[in-house]
């Protein structure tokens, strides 16, 4: 391998190239990105995870870098609304873990292990977090450097202006940029792709090519015909509809997702303005009562701001590296936004696609390994957002009541549902299925926690002092005493803009 050619200039091209230009620097490679000037990216993926920090940490890139440039905002965690309907339960924060936070974690998994076998305990998830504090205070998690803890976020931002940002930031890394559309793609007569047509008169040669083309997939799944594997079994929807909202001075420093009629809606607070999508399911709603609804939830309905409508599918390709060609981004596939959880997905599809052509002194050797890997990964995030779904106790329409008796689901979530309901240590099943790989047993704890999934009021025993050892006014107390240290996240916006 001595040349790549990267097809698309979407986030996930972008986070590739510059993965590659850093990872291989010593290398004698060739790196160059090609992107269409007539095929647009597909412009929504605004919400982020940790690993995005480690990532711009990785290349060399400072928050006072690219955070304001790309209106972009902090994101502490996501809150949960409308999901669940029972009393108590109809809101709950799932937090990125701080390491302080990880002093509650004890009290949180206490609380809830018992609640889960019949004592009155108060196991609702949000308290046992500082994150939340942050949130509902609107602060920023830039802790002072007298504040001896690491902090975990991720970010909000503008998709199509990162995208700019990553492209200067890979050019001055050496990696080259062509605009081309690509029109045809010559197979060797072993299958391996040969060389790709364009537009233009050239064509572009390459030892191996990335395909970042978005869900077209143009050269895995178009051109080489890796087959698609598609859940829409267990993940209904395969629409979105999208309006940008005026933003707020000082703004949430978390995305909020509310469930909806038929699927969810999501608040993305960036500098500029919000960023809202609802996303749905076609076969319960046309595109237009969606759009009324999504416009009457959000205040918007003698507003004539435009709406952008979107299909995708759900599901990832059978292999993510085929012959010499590795997809990522929306081209091996796409589990719905709820957990944001795709541009992780990007970065650990590039990652690990780099440590196994190391390993294989960059052939093919390892390529089963990776593939087997990188499947496990899809296949874990589908498992936990079909929990959101198969848990939820909404009733309300056709398309929740399907939600939640929705048999299909797969063998490892029916075996960690039925270890929560009977009360078992979910800790261990977690381990048992290596699941806690993908989302830690926190993750785990809040989502089933936090929609309620508990004996009734009415079916849980006072239980003994024993069992009633944290006291939740002194995790409130401290809770609220580590929000001391942390600045409006207005004002630590301003200080990235100075
Ligand atoms: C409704 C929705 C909400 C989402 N929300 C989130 C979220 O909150 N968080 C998150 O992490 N992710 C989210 N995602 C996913 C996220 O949007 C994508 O993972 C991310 O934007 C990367 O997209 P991409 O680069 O794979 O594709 P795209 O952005 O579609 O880019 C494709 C690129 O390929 C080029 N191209 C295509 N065909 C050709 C051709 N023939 N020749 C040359 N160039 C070509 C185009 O010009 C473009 O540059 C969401 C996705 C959807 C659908």
Redesign the pocket.
């Known amino acids: 391998m001595k040349s790549i050619v990267i097809?698309?200039?979407?986030?996930?091209?972008w986070i590739a190239a510059n993965l590659m230009a850093m990872h291989w620097k010593d290398k004698d490679l060739d790196i160059t990105l090609?992107?269409?000037p007539n095929?647009?990216?597909?412009g929504?993926?605004?919400?982020?995870t940790p690993p995005l920090k480690h990532f711009l940490d990785v290349i060399g890139v400072e928050e006072s870098d690219w955070m304001s440039r790309c209106d972009a905002t902090y994101k502490v965690g996501i809150t949960f609304r409308g999901w669940s309907t029972r009393p108590g339960f109809e809101e709950y924060f799932h937090p990125f873990l701080n390491q302080h936070d990880e002093a509650l974690l004890p009290a949180f998994f206490h609380n809830s292990h018992l609640r889960r076998q019949g004592v009155d305990l108060d196991g609702h998830p949000s308290q046992f977090f500082s994150a939340w504090e942050l949130a509902k205070q609107r602060l920023a998690p830039i802790a002072p450097p007298n504040f001896p803890f690491e902090m975990k976020y991720g970010y909000h931002f503008n998709?199509g202006l990162l995208g700019v940002f990553l492209r200067e930031w890979a050019e001055k890394r050496g990696v080259k940029y062509r605009a081309?559309?690509?029109t045809g793609v010559v197979l060797k007569n072993d299958g391996y792709i040969d060389y790709l047509q364009t537009d233009t008169e050239d064509t572009i040669k390459a030892d191996f090519y990335v395909d970042?083309?978005?869900?077209?997939s143009?050269l895995l799944q178009e051109a080489l015909g890796v087959p698609f594997e598609n859940c829409e079994d267990v993940l209904f929807n395969d629409s979105?509809v999208v309006f940008p909202t005026d933003p707020d001075e000082n703004p949430e420093p978390q995305t909020v997702s509310t469930a909806l009629n038929h699927g969810w809606g999501?608040k993305i607070p960036l500098t500029s303005r919000f960023g809202n999508?609802y996303?749905y399911s076609s076969k319960y709603v046309d595109d237009d009562e969606a759009e009324r609804e999504f416009r009457e939830h959000l205040g918007l309905l003698d507003s004539d701001v435009d709406a952008r409508h979107?299909n995708?599918k759900v599901g990832r390709v059978k292999e993510h590296w085929h012959k010499n060609c590795l997809a990522v981004?929306?081209?091996q596939g796409?589990i719905e936004?709820l957990e944001?959880?795709?541009?992780d997905m990007?970065q650990e599809t590039v990652v690990r696609f780099i440590e196994a052509a190391n390993k294989g002194n960059l052939t093919d050797e390892f390529r089963g390994e990776f593939n087997d890997r990188i499947s496990r990964r899809f296949d874990a995030v589908r498992d936990y957002i079909v929990c959101h779904y198969r848990i939820s106790t909404r009733t309300d329409t056709e398309y929740w009541r399907d939600c939640g008796s929705n048999d299909k689901i797969s063998r490892s979530l029916h075996e960690l549902l039925t270890a929560w309901m009977k009360g078992d240590n979910i800790t261990d099943e977690l381990e048992r299925q290596n699941l806690d790989a993908y989302f830690p047993n926190v993750s785990w704890n809040c989502l089933l926690a936090g929609k309620g999934i508990y004996p009734s009021d009415e079916q849980v025993r006072p239980g003994s002092e024993l069992a009633h050892k944290y006291k939740l006014e002194d995790i409130a107390k401290f809770r609220k005493g580590c929000a001391l240290n942390f600045n409006s996240h207005q004002e630590q916006l301003a200080v990235l803009r100075d």
């Open positions: 097809l698309g200039g979407g986030t996930a091209g090609v992107e269409s095929i647009g990216i597909i929504v993926g605004e919400g982020s998709s081309a559309t690509v970042s083309t978005g869900f077209r143009r979105a999501w999508g996303v979107l995708f981004g929306l081209s796409f936004p944001a959880t795709a541009l990007v």
